[in-house]
């Protein structure tokens, strides 16, 4: 096949040298990405942060291409031809299962986006066809990679690590969406310090400063774009609205509900109902619910079109306030089950480096001239310092315009207790 | 008020000092462009092209800002504080009255997106309540701004002319989102030399360079992205998408019509309606309609939600050529009214530069130090060599994927006749 | 006066408002600054490096102008005009004492480079001429704001603390010029959350991680670029060239020595001297003297023309292995003071962030909505764990070339001693 | 040998794979260029001009790797592994004879810097020995490539025409360097699409705006930097100093004038003085002839050390004034040899683009799909807009300072001439 490239803003070109990588972007799987947003509700809080999925999906895709040309130029690459493929096409479809608004709903379509991603992979779909045209084993080869379970490990290390493809390129791409500086990184020069020894990959220390310099980025990020107050205020009240039509649903309440949608909400999600969905979906379902005849549907859906989000309160809600909250709030009829939440981003994990986390069995190690090998954190101040913390944020969203707009002694006493005035 | 700030991918940060801009854009009106993209269907051409209307208008209005704010710094803006904050405001909201695609489809929803902006300014909205706060004659002086009627004609300048606030982010944003570079070009330099003088905008000679660049710069994304032939065949297919379902609903065809889509196509279109369309709500009736019983409106629908585009046929098609693919495609039953289109981007109007053009009354005027005035194509010999130049460009569309996989003698016949093979 | 602009690669363009500030870039004393590279010899580590001093002194100017502007803005500036334009001369005049490689040879000259900043602006210089135009204590004032002690304390903070328009300029430039990318952090968000409070410099607490990004940066800088080991290599062999040439001097050694370069290695030096050294004059005596009789004189100053540096060992010497080089050296008539170098970088501060070292009294403080003030190292995890911390290195450097070349019993225990092989 | 790489601001990183390649970096005759301005005198103009003929040489050899692998791995590189290095090393040391300020003082060293680069190459030098290294007549071989004449002319295609390495690297770099965005276009994409066909170079059509792009950045270039009024001052200056010190010299004159620089001057040169001039050596002469006891030769290099520069009238000088200032110049004292200095920089060649020029054999050909061969000034408006166009420019330089500080009838007369006023 002839070389294709896609102008692409953080990479440049992407490079196409595999038919099956071409036909796999061409697949209306992958096409529907293009309607996912990337970081789901973030744009509420950064309007530049409107690049999809499809986007990072190539981005990935381009990362794993140049470490794998990097490696194989440098003769260090123990990978067959057809491993070096699992990695490119695994790199391109990993995120073929995200659903609507990315990880902010993931919990609310049963199912990680990997076990939607792998049900893809192996179900009736135009990539598992494209797949099982290379070998009849292919799709399942994707979906162990995908679930780390790859009788190679590099080739699951290379998919998924605390430096991987996906990551380098989330943090590149997002950066430069939201035009927050803090994730740039030296992608180039991490994948030149990049070696595989014995199997596993590894870092040359003369590279030390610029993977701690891609851990800090990944810190900034998630305190300054990933877990930012206003986008943690829309993820609530997308939460909210399928919480409410999931009991609207059960409760037989005459709604506007597309079957695809009914069929997940009510748990006999299939992959054919799930790729229905999009952002694009969601939006014009929020539009009719936005009429519903339910007040508290209609109210947050069109808050999330309008948005009109909740406000934070910081800190310093005792449970004895919030608990007065909760009882004024129903005294008032403004349901606090929907409208006054605590959020705890501390359960969320901070993946920014863990070292010891379960679920990161991937410390970065770095090999220095005569051959030591040393765990970063070892090395690093600064990423010592952040590594494996939980930082904990305790705050509580409400929504403002309810209560300021109100009159009487009651919205007084919130007011009080939220220290509010107009 | 205190100084807010928005993080802006182009300009780095957008500033808002006035109560009215901040609620203008808190208005549903114009968070509704945050669903509709600023290139329309672009994006299936260059992936990162996914930036909206929204983050335009924001960067819109920053520059005009910065422009009012360059000139009242040097003292040299005969402009009261109304006619100032009526070019900050004209700036937001002139492109309110987009609606899906953008450009895309403009003509299929019965009306410039100028009139809709104006429709949506002086209609029951948010925007125009905002509006009316200020001055009960307020919305209406919006709306003589866009139509080019205020009486302050520099008011009328500043925001549409050759060099606009406009004209000046969306080249930076679509260079930047797309990637392309051609599009940058100096604004901190433009905005730095540009005057009024006699109540008209001028740039000093000493900035010819930066303004032929600019000139120069629109000539290369004219070429490069907005007329790009793989966007041209993703707007002839949405056009022809409309095309069918304006006839079927004329036929009263069975299928998926929310009422507010059947009164713009029935031509009862009114703000109400035109509100709730966005790309958003048009990807979701695509769905609906790619599962339709007309053959034609399912496939073409499908064609833009999976990306499976015409292909294009540069150049050499006569008219004996092309009556004979018509008369061959009838025989296919591929009916050419959808399936065999040509193409003359000629017909669009050049509007890189055409000094002498009807619709630009505002050629681009730069003075030297000893006071002569002198327009900018007598001045700079690339500029002159494209200004007001309509070059022609012939493209027939079609579906190759159809004609490939056919057999037969037909098929081969059209085959021959464009010249394809496998 | 009008408005005069520089085109700056860092802050795109340098605004000039104050004739005196003209002035004062014109004299002939900034002028020199043009030929004295910011980096001293890093550029024979990064080519990119060749920026000059007087580059600097224009973006701290300007950067002082920026942040006075956003203060002055938002009324929040308690200072005359003639205290701000101090401010603003100062920035730009701070670093005019630099001598040739800046602080590379900075303890060589006879004083620190404040020291002759404040000599050439109280002394009979076009800048002491200019200075005193503006009022006859003008040049007193400025030394004492350089010395630390002018009355204004917000003055003094403005030009020296923990983050100043000084060091915001030559991070950003340097990262820039070296293209290490790890300098890089948000100058205008800085700028936007620095706030005064009762005379002090504060940061708003919202900006807290762009103010631990700007720390951060420093600390990269410092480990990449300013105390890489190839440059500390030059600069080793910079400051032999004149232990030597100073000897040489002392003996009545018959060498090139211009008149005013004697006067300085006799600490005879006075500002008139001083002002024609620069790095193009020293390069020419670098010549002159790589062809002297003394060997050692000729070998060390054709080193740094050609780039011929010294190697390191990065650890493991022993005293023991160490006496016994000596020895080795000494017995093949390669002297060891001048090509067996010990050097700890942990003697050099460490001024990436120290909040309780003597000489930075200006911690950074932060202040939430609240009002509470914190200090950044109680708040950031990263910063804290930087913060005050000397990181000891030991490198021993030596001419590999020279060992490498040499042959028999004397020259092969050096080699083993030095682990190096051919 | 092991990959090596230099961080560069321009490519970012630049990669080394041949030794040979390494040694003729670390050659001290390519050390000598770090200490030559890579746009001689302009950085008096932009004062971020600072980067040196070091750089420039490394990127272009750069440039050159990046061709030369792309057409390999696309197969269609008829070149054998000789001819290929020959490229790599031509292009590293394709400006090893530029004198002090680069093209500035060209004319003044006795030979173009082709001329010197043949010598050096060919001399007794450390490039030569490397170059010998490889085959006794490879140095031979790179003086042909430099002159042209080498048999392989894909070999001299690919070091000298239109579109090169030398002339891709300087544009990007010096654009960078100056801050001026007009240089900037699209190099990875006309790599892409270069091809070779029938032993020479072409491109694919597809690739013509990227093309148009580099030549108009070209165009932009001239005019904003390489032509910049306040730079040809500076060149002009220099200039009159080597007249001066040229005359001087002949006259016997009693002056600082280092041997190397007599030998030149007195047209004596050899390849071993001239490696010793540089800028550093040049800008410490002038220090010394600034306190020559000629009052022409001190004042002259002053001006260049203080930026004291001339200043230009822009037109209108007819012959007749012209002399009569000559006259008065003359009854002043103030030689007009000297200070009254007529400038057309039409007698540059304009080398942005001159399809038809003698010296650029070399038009550059693009191909459509159909291997239809176009030149490219028959498919772009613009540039065969600005095609071997000469434009004329007239400027008048004199000293305005002097003018301006003087008293009587005949300053009177010439301000009056020169229509200036305090």
Chains 1, 2, 3, 4 share one sequence.
């Not at 009510?266 to 969601?282: G, I, P, Q």
């Not at 800190?315 to 929907?338: A, K, Q, S």
Request: net charge neutral.
């Amino acid at each position: 096949m002839k070389e294709r490239v896609f102008k692409d803003p953080v990479h440049d070109f992407i490079y196409v040298y595999d038919k099956v990588i071409l036909d796999l972007i061409d697949s209306k799987e992958m096409q529907r990405l293009r309607r996912i947003k990337q970081l789901g509700i973030s744009y509420l809080t950064y309007h530049g942060a409107e690049h999809s999925r499809f986007s990072h999906s190539l981005g990935t895709y381009e990362v794993m291409r140049r470490i794998l040309d990097k490696l194989s130029r440098k003769g260090e690459l123990p990978l067959s031809e057809e491993d070096k493929l699992l990695c490119k096409v695994t790199a391109l479809l990993h995120d073929c299962g995200h659903g609507p608004f990315s990880h902010s709903l993931e919990s609310v379509f049963g199912g990680s986006h990997e076990q939607w991603s792998k049900d893809i992979i192996l179900g009736d779909t135009e990539i598992n066809q494209i797949l099982a045209g290379i070998s009849s084993d292919f799709p399942k080869k994707v979906a162990e990679v995908i679930d780390g379970k790859y009788h190679n490990k590099l080739v699951v290390s290379l998919i998924s690590s605390q430096i991987d493809a996906d990551r380098m390129d989330y943090l590149l791409r997002d950066s430069k969406a939201t035009g927050v500086t803090y994730g740039q990184f030296d992608l180039d020069r991490i994948i030149r310090v990049m070696e595989i020894n014995d199997g596993s990959i590894l870092f040359r220390t003369a590279g030390m400063h610029s993977i701690e310099s891609y851990v800090l980025a990944r810190y900034s990020m998630y305190w300054q774009v990933y877990f930012h107050p206003t986008t943690r205020s829309g993820e609530i009240i997308l939460k909210k609205i399928f919480k409410r039509a999931r009991i609207l649903c059960q409760q037989g309440f005459d709604f506007y509900l597309p079957l695809c949608l009914r069929n997940i909400l009510t748990d006999n999600s299939r992959v054919k109902d799930y790729l229905k969905l999009d952002d694009a979906f969601m939006f014009t379902v929020f539009q009719y619910w936005s009429h519903s005849s339910d007040d508290i549907l209609a109210d947050l859906s069109s808050r999330i079109l309008n948005r009109r989000l909740f406000k934070r309160i910081e800190c310093g809600i005792t449970d004895e306030i919030y608990e007065e909250l909760v009882i004024l709030f129903n005294r008032l009829g403004i349901n606090p089950d929907y409208y006054l939440v605590l959020d705890h981003p501390s359960h969320i994990s901070y993946d920014y480096y863990q070292p010891e986390d379960e679920h990161s069995k991937n410390p970065i190690y770095l090999e220095d001239k005569q051959g030591k090998i040393n765990e970063l954190s070892q090395l690093s101040d600064p990423v010592r310092a952040i590594a494996g913390k939980k930082q904990v944020m305790y705050n509580l969203y409400y929504p403002r315009d309810m209560i300021l707009s109100g009159q009487g002694e009651i919205y007084d006493k919130i007011k009080n207790l939220l220290s509010i005035s107009k």
